[in-house]
């Protein structure tokens, strides 16, 4: 299976790095915001798994929880500026939508685990936001990602310390109860984020919604 889409898959959302470079205003991303209930829920989903011994996992902040659609990377405040300006016009094309999350899995296997996910069940409607939102970053000089969409939600990613003892655990969590987790969201925006990195972590602030059409996808 291809690796995800996911912009903590990129160096910069993983590290701890100074950012000296002036032509780039900040790092983005499009998203599918999650409300607090159901980023709760997920995270009482990773405090189950916690619970259960496992260690060698960095876990996502509930609050840091989201659906990507595109990772926009560094990107200028000219940038920002046109997709304010243009979202709203690929959004209100496409309808509302309910997402279904369901169950957890690994990327790139169980061998080699890499990323802990909640599995995502979602109309033709999703992918088809997803595929707009690409062309609109591509024609605004985005680069266009190689990878296919995969719709995840990333709940934690392994560490160097994830051994054979975490494997194991691993692997007879994800046949036991936690792996029949269920929530449902509606869907009636996409939000554009930005991501500022601090030594404890990522932190992503809102800067724009734009509305999904009134009309809903089964």
């Known amino acids: 299976m291809a690796s995800p889409i996911d912009e903590s898959d990129h160096p910069e959302y993983t590290d701890w790095q100074e950012d000296s470079r002036s032509l780039f205003n900040m790092r983005a991303f499009i998203a599918i915001e999650f409300p607090q209930s159901v980023q709760q829920q997920l995270g009482n989903l990773a405090q189950k798994l916690r619970s259960s011994g496992l260690r060698g996992v960095r876990w996502v902040p509930p609050e840091n929880i989201h659906l990507t659609l595109k990772f926009l990377g560094d990107i200028k405040t000219e940038t920002v500026q046109q997709l304010t300006h243009h979202l709203p016009t690929i959004a209100r094309v496409h309808p509302s939508f309910t997402l279904n999350l369901h169950g957890l899995g690994v990327f790139p296997g169980l061998r080699h685990p890499r990323v802990l996910w909640v599995g995502v069940q979602a109309p033709a409607a ?93």
């Open 126 to 218: 999703l992918f088809d936001l997803q595929r707009d939102i690409e062309s609109l970053a591509q024609r605004l000089g985005v680069p266009t990602e190689t990878r296919p969409f995969t719709p995840h939600v990333t709940l934690g990613r392994m560490q160097t310390d994830f051994g054979p003892q975490d494997q194991a655990l691993l692997e007879a969590q994800l046949q036991v109860s936690t792996s029949t987790f269920h929530a449902s969201l509606p869907v009636k925006q996409v939000a554009l984020f930005r991501s500022d990195l601090f030594p404890t972590g990522a932190r992503y602030t809102l800067l724009f919604h734009a509305d999904l059409s009134e009309r809903v996808e089964n």
